[in-house]
């Protein structure tokens, strides 16, 4: 069973900053799966945030591209969102997901939740 956990969500004013945290203590952010971060606002779909294969190629929703970075730290099994210039839209529970029968490979389905078969217990981000 894999076990993912979020953490960094908080409350912020526009234009301000936060740092979102994914670790797993089985190591299956450091192994061949497509990792992604997911939001979802009450009554709504969750919808893809960012996508990272094993080999680094990343996917970025359009409404976070310049502003979202996705970075990972295999040592750690730490993967990071660093969110820049927040906006109230912004504002949603993010869960980090996982997909492991994908060898890695993330690709143009990168969003479709269908895919990911493990996910945390999400971190709330507030933009006020």
């Known amino acids: 069973h894999v076990q993912l956990v979020e953490s960094g969500g908080g409350s912020v004013q526009a234009g301000g900053s936060l740092r979102l945290s994914c670790g797993s203590s089985s190591g299956h952010t450091g192994r061949m799966y497509c990792m992604a971060w997911f939001r979802q606002d009450p009554g709504k779909e969750r919808e893809g945030v960012v996508a990272l294969a094993s080999d680094g190629s990343t996917w970025y929703a359009d409404s976070v591209k310049g502003r979202f970075t996705l970075s990972k730290d295999n040592a750690a099994n730490t993967l990071y969102l660093q969110m820049n210039s927040l906006k109230p839209e912004d504002t949603a529970m993010y869960y980090c997901?996982?997909?492991?029968?994908?060898?890695?490979?993330?690709?143009?389905?990168?969003?479709?939740?269908?895919?990911?078969?493990?996910w945390g217990q999400g971190t709330q981000v507030t933009v006020s």
């Open positions: 997901e996982a997909d492991p029968f994908s060898a890695g490979r993330c690709g143009d389905g990168w969003s479709l939740i269908s895919r990911y078969v493990y």
